[in-house]
């Protein structure tokens, strides 16, 4: 079957509040994705977990990226939960587009 690539838009409502890439209902599973600050934004995001703020957190203005991966592990099963990443935008609707792999032993939760 192999490693299968996905993406998704995620904007952030309210400048400055902590919001999930993905609720825990759609929790998704991976072992290396991708986080890219869109083109339009005007402002920054930051990305992190659930202490991320406008002053916490991977720091990204528009086209800027960051990746994750746990292949480095030595828990070849280690994974990242998505619905334990946060967004923090400086401004009202400004986003990310999130790449993530998906393999044989992981899926949609």
């Known amino acids: 079957m192999g490693v299968k690539r996905y993406t998704f838009l995620k904007t952030n409502s309210t400048a400055g509040v902590a919001e999930r890439l993905v609720l825990p209902a759609n929790d998704i599973r991976t072992k290396?994705?991708?986080?890219?600050?869109?083109?339009?934004?005007?402002?920054?995001?930051r990305v992190g977990s659930s202490d991320t703020s406008l002053t916490n957190g991977i720091y990204l203005e528009k086209l800027d990226s960051a990746q994750f991966s746990n292949e480095n592990y030595a828990d070849t099963q280690a994974e990242s939960r998505l619905s334990q990443v946060y967004l923090v935008a400086s401004q009202n609707g400004e986003g990310v587009i999130v790449t993530y792999e998906l393999g044989d032993d992981l899926e949609h939760t």
């Open 32 to 45: 290396a994705f991708n986080i890219q600050a869109l083109e339009s934004n005007t402002g920054f995001v």
